[in-house]
């Protein structure tokens, strides 16, 4: 393209003295690559708040629990009610091979609502769960203090426990170390041993960091639980589908419980795995969608750059007549043409962009500043090498909608555009 000065004066002087129009055709563009990046940093923003909320969870484990059996069997009567026991850790563990992780857990009845946690004056009504040391593994945290539950808490039924950052907050002053000390659940007493916090949940008053672990077995010592177990947390080993894990498991469990083989709903189940690909596949949709709508848009603003220029040959077909008569050749013609087209769509498609991530920036600060607890929403972003190579996609497109009118300018015969009116 030609790129002397006179040519781009040139080029500034046509722009100027058809404002309206050229401000019209550069804002079509402008309204596509702004429409396309918001939308982006939208779904984008959409995608982190929700799976935030699942970055917590282990994205390969089923929960499984029981619930009352719907079809009799064995001489044993529809409706009936049965829990796992701790066999039934040992029997998964010995024969499904698939398990990586198993964690299994109850948790302490507190239906009154009465505070069920006590450390000197200061009391407090938490979640108390009896787990295994595999539950770190599937449940996601991180220790700030201390250590988590080991296998020699369960073998010997320590009493210890491991608090969430809030309940560390709520039960000890400001600074205050808490390993050794000790804190009173339901009238029992057990040692702290560590704090834990969820990255993700940081500033937030989460239910999962107002959480106190303790070993399943002095849990269910302590409170009279006998051999009983709430539920099963699993996870696969890597390259293993948790569908496989979740199959074996329920049809060893409900074996073991006699439970009609055709009974689908006497255990319960929530596989992450598959929620992960649903919401996956969702967003995969949705990324699909915003693109589709984003380039047509981008290709209407470039359709009318087009069209524009097309106007611009055929206003300058005498001036462009002239120009050929006095020794300009075709490429000059064709070159200064496309390189006002360019100018129009990447003038108009780099304000468009930073408009676009300048607002995406003052939402997500506006989101952060509000602090609200809602996840649906968060840090809506753009990633810089996407904007880019659209800005450059933008500046090829407009070069291709003014190689159009380019062509009808140079196949214009010079005698006809000199008599053109």
Same mark, same amino acid.
């Given at each position: 393209?030609?790129?002397?000065?006179?040519?781009w004066q040139?080029i500034? +002087?046509?722009l100027?003295?058809n404002?309206?129009?050229s401000?019209? &055709?550069?804002f079509?563009?402008f309204?596509? +690559?702004?429409?396309? #990046?918001?939308?982006?940093?939208a779904g984008?923003g959409?995608q982190?708040? *929700? &799976?935030?909320?699942?970055?917590?969870?282990?994205?390969?484990a089923?929960?499984?629990?029981t619930?009352?059996?719907?079809i @009799?069997?064995?001489?044993l @009567?529809?409706?009936?009610?049965?829990?796992f026991?701790?066999?039934d850790i040992e029997a998964?563990?010995?024969?499904?091979p698939?398990?990586?992780?198993i964690?299994?857990r109850?948790?302490?009845s507190n239906?009154?609502?009465?505070?069920?946690? &006590?450390?000197?004056?200061?009391t407090?009504?938490?979640?108390?769960?009896?787990d295994?040391?595999?539950? $770190?593994h599937?449940?996601l945290?991180e220790?700030?203090?201390g250590r988590f539950l080991?296998?020699?808490?369960?073998?010997?039924k320590r009493?210890?426990?491991?608090i969430?950052?809030?309940?560390?907050?709520?039960?000890?002053?400001?600074?205050?170390?808490s390993s050794? /000390?000790y804190?009173? !659940?339901?009238g029992?007493?057990?040692?702290?041993v560590? #704090?834990?916090d969820?990255?993700?949940?940081?500033g /937030?008053? %989460?239910?999962d960091l107002?959480?106190?672990?303790v @070993?399943?077995?002095?849990f269910?010592?302590?409170f009279?639980?006998?051999?009983r177990i709430?539920w099963?947390?699993?996870?696969s080993?890597?390259?293993?589908s948790v569908s496989?894990?979740?199959d074996?498991a329920v049809k060893l469990l409900i074996?073991r %419980?006699?439970v009609?083989?055709?009974d &689908?709903r006497?255990?319960?189940?929530w596989?992450?795995?598959?929620?992960f690909?649903?919401?996956?596949?969702?967003?995969?949709g949705i990324?699909?969608?915003?693109w589709?709508v984003? !380039?047509?848009?981008?290709i209407?603003?470039? +359709?009318g750059?087009s069209?524009?220029?097309?106007?611009v040959?055929?206003?300058?077909?005498?001036?462009i007549?002239?120009?050929?008569?006095?020794?300009?050749t @075709?490429?000059h013609?064709v070159?200064?043409?496309?390189s006002e087209?360019?100018l129009?769509t990447?003038?108009?498609g780099y304000?468009?962009? *930073? #408009?676009g991530v300048g607002l995406l920036?003052? #939402?997500?600060a506006?989101?952060?500043?509000?602090?609200?607890?809602s996840?649906?929403?968060?840090h809506?972003?753009?990633? !810089?090498? +996407?904007?880019l190579?659209?800005?450059?996609?933008?500046i090829?497109?407009?070069?291709?909608?003014?190689l $159009?009118?380019?062509?009808?300018?140079?196949?214009?015969?010079p005698v006809?555009?000199?008599?053109? /009116?």
């Amino acid at each position: 393209m030609i790129l002397d000065t006179d040519s781009w004066q040139e080029i500034f +002087i046509t722009l100027k003295s058809n404002k309206l129009r050229s401000i019209l &055709t550069a804002f079509g563009v402008f309204w596509g +690559i702004l429409m396309l #990046v918001i939308m982006l940093g939208a779904g984008k923003g959409l995608q982190n708040g *929700v &799976t935030d909320d699942f970055s917590r969870f282990a994205s390969n484990a089923v929960y499984m629990w029981t619930r009352a059996t719907t079809i @009799p069997y064995q001489g044993l @009567p529809k409706g009936r009610r049965f829990s796992f026991d701790n066999d039934d850790i040992e029997a998964l563990k010995q024969n499904i091979p698939e398990i990586e992780y198993i964690a299994p857990r109850i948790q302490l009845s507190n239906a009154d609502g009465k505070n069920n946690v &006590t450390r000197g004056l200061r009391t407090g009504t938490f979640n108390v769960y009896g787990d295994y040391p595999d539950v $770190i593994h599937i449940r996601l945290m991180e220790m700030i203090q201390g250590r988590f539950l080991n296998e020699l808490d369960i073998k010997n039924k320590r009493k210890v426990a491991v608090i969430g950052k809030r309940v560390y907050e709520e039960l000890f002053p400001q600074g205050e170390k808490s390993s050794g /000390e000790y804190i009173e !659940i339901s009238g029992v007493f057990f040692q702290v041993v560590g #704090v834990f916090d969820i990255e993700s949940l940081a500033g /937030e008053d %989460h239910d999962d960091l107002k959480t106190v672990y303790v @070993p399943l077995t002095s849990f269910q010592q302590s409170f009279n639980y006998g051999r009983r177990i709430g539920w099963f947390s699993l996870t696969s080993k890597k390259g293993i589908s948790v569908s496989v894990v979740k199959d074996k498991a329920v049809k060893l469990l409900i074996k073991r %419980h006699k439970v009609s083989p055709d009974d &689908t709903r006497a255990i319960g189940f929530w596989d992450s795995e598959k929620e992960f690909n649903k919401i996956y596949n969702l967003f995969t949709g949705i990324d699909f969608l915003i693109w589709f709508v984003g !380039i047509f848009t981008l290709i209407a603003g470039v +359709i009318g750059v087009s069209n524009i220029m097309l106007i611009v040959v055929k206003e300058r077909t005498k001036e462009i007549g002239i120009k050929r008569a006095l020794g300009a050749t @075709p490429f000059h013609i064709v070159s200064q043409i496309m390189s006002e087209s360019v100018l129009l769509t990447s003038f108009s498609g780099y304000w468009g962009l *930073v #408009v676009g991530v300048g607002l995406l920036e003052a #939402v997500s600060a506006f989101v952060e500043k509000t602090a609200t607890r809602s996840s649906m929403f968060r840090h809506p972003e753009v990633d !810089i090498n +996407i904007a880019l190579v659209s800005l450059l996609v933008l500046i090829i497109s407009g070069a291709l909608a003014g190689l $159009i009118p380019a062509r009808r300018a140079i196949s214009i015969k010079p005698v006809d555009a000199i008599r053109q /009116e």
